[in-house]
C-alpha cells in the first residue's frame, strides 16, 4: 500500500509538472464585428515581432508587443472586409502564423490568411446554397516527362445529373501561385456556387492546372523563358484531353474558355490567340503585351508575334464570342495592359477593357472572376 502511495505521488508530481511546461493557449488571428484584427505569436526568447499585412501599404509594417508569457500580439484596423494574406516577422524571420491553418502557399512561401467579413465579401463567402466540388486530380503529363496535379471544380448537381455535360473554363494561375491558389485564395468555388444559386451564371466545370511546367526557381533564365510554350504543350496535349475523358465536359469552343491572372493571362493571350478556334472566350486578368527594351517595343513585338490572327479580325471576331481584359487602376502593369486595348482596337478585334480599383492582388482578381463567369457559354445577344 505504501508503495502504491509513492507511485501515485510520484505521477501526480510528473502530472503536474507536464501541466505547467504545457504552454499558454491563446487564438490567433481574432476578427471583431468592427474589423479589427489581433494576431498572437508565441515567442519568448525572440527580440521583435513584427506583422505585415496585405492591408498595409507597401514597406509598412506594426510591431508587436510582448506579455508575461511571451506572448507577442497586436491589434490593428478597422480594416475593410476581404480575405487578406499576411505574415510575420521575428527577428528577420518571415514566418507564418503558427495557430492559423489558413494559408497562401504559393511557389515563393506560403502567407496566413484571415477573413474578415463583411457585404463586401458576400459574393465569395461560404453561404447556404447548394456547393459543388473540388477535386485534386494527378495526372501523368505525356508533354512534360512528370506527375503533375491539376484542381477541377464540378458545379451543385454533377454527381447527381449523370447524363448532363458541362461547359468547362480552364482558370490559369499567377506566377506565385499553384493549382491551388484559385480555390484557397481566389475562393473560385464559393463564387461559382453563388453566382449558380442566383441564376447568374451558368454550370460550368472549373479545370486549374499547374501553369509552372518549368521550375519557377530555376536559376537558368532561358529555361524559365520557355514556361508558356511547355504550358501550352502540357494544357492542349495533357490537360484538356484528360478533362474531357474524365468528367462529363461538353465539346465545342462555344462550350469552352480559357482565362488566367498575371502570369496566367499571358498564358491565356500565347494560348488563346494561335489556337483561336479552341476556345470561344477568353479572359486576361491583370497581363498586357508583355515586356521588351520599351513599351512601344513590347507592343510592336505582340503584333507581330500574333499577326496572322490579328490580321484577320473577321475570323477571330466570330471564333471569340468574348475577349475580357481586366486590370486595377493602380497595377504596375496598367500601360502594357492598355497597349494591348490599343493594339487589339487598331486591328479590329471586338473586346472589353475594364479597369478596376485596386493593383496587382487577389482582391481584384476575386471580383474579375466574378464580372467574367456570368459571361461565359452564353449566346451573344
Known amino acids: 500500500m505504501k508503495r502504491f502511495l509513492v507511485l501515485m505521488m510520484c505521477a501526480c508530481g510528473m502530472f503536474a509538472q507536464q501541466r505547467a511546461a504545457r504552454p499558454p493557449q491563446f487564438r490567433s488571428p481574432e476578427v471583431s464585428p468592427d474589423g479589427r484584427i489581433t494576431v498572437r505569436f508565441l515567442a519568448p526568447l525572440a527580440n521583435e515581432v513584427k506583422l505585415r499585412g496585405e492591408w498595409m501599404a507597401a514597406g509598412e509594417n506594426v510591431p508587436l508587443e510582448k506579455d508575461g508569457n511571451g506572448i507577442w500580439s497586436v491589434t490593428v484596423g478597422p480594416v475593410k472586409p476581404e480575405y487578406y494574406y499576411y505574415s510575420l516577422i521575428a527577428d528577420g524571420v518571415t514566418v507564418i502564423d503558427p495557430k492559423n491553418p489558413a494559408l497562401k502557399q504559393g511557389v515563393a ?28 486530380h494527378w495526372y501523368d503529363s505525356k508533354a512534360l516527362g512528370r506527375s503533375r496535379r491539376l484542381h477541377v471544380y464540378t458545379p451543385p448537381g454533377y454527381e447527381t445529373n449523370t447524363k448532363s455535360k458541362y461547359p468547362v473554363l480552364y482558370l490559369l494561375h499567377g506566377s506565385g501561385d499553384t493549382d491551388r491558389e484559385w480555390v484557397e485564395v481566389g475562393k473560385a468555388n464559393f463564387i461559382l456556387d453563388n453566382l449558380i444559386a442566383a441564376g447568374k451564371a451558368k454550370p460550368m466545370i472549373i479545370v486549374m492546372p499547374d501553369g509552372h511546367a518549368v521550375d519557377p526557381n530555376s536559376a537558368d533564365p532561358s529555361a524559365r523563358r520557355q514556361n508558356t510554350a511547355r504550358f501550352e504543350e502540357d494544357l492542349l496535349g495533357d490537360v484538356m484531353p484528360l478533362a474531357e475523358s474524365t468528367y462529363r465536359v461538353a465539346s465545342g469552343a462555344g462550350n469552352r474558355a480559357l482565362a488566367g491572372l498575371s502570369m496566367g493571362g499571358g498564358q491565356t493571350l500565347a494560348i488563346g490567340l494561335t489556337h483561336p478556334g479552341r476556345f470561344g472566350f477568353l479572359g486576361v486578368f491583370s497581363a498586357g503585351v508583355g515586356f521588351g527594351p520599351s513599351p512601344e517595343a513590347a507592343s510592336r513585338q505582340f503584333e507581330e508575334r500574333y499577326a496572322a490572327v490579328l490580321g484577320a479580325p473577321e475570323k477571330l471576331n466570330k471564333q471569340v464570342a468574348l475577349f475580357w481584359i481586366g486590370i486595377g487602376e493602380a497595377d504596375n502593369g496598367l500601360a502594357s495592359a492598355k497597349l494591348l486595348d490599343q493594339a487589339l482596337t487598331r486591328h479590329n478585334v471586338k473586346h472589353e477593357f475594364h479597369e478596376a480599383g485596386g493593383a496587382h492582388q487577389w482582391r481584384v482578381w476575386r471580383h474579375f472572376l466574378a464580372d467574367f463567369a456570368p459571361r461565359l457559354f452564353r449566346k451573344p445577344s
Open 109 to 136: 512561401g506560403p502567407s496566413s490568411m484571415v477573413d474578415v467579413p463583411g457585404p463586401e465579401t458576400e459574393f465569395f463567402a461560404s453561404k447556404t446554397v447548394p456547393h459543388g466540388a473540388v477535386h485534386v
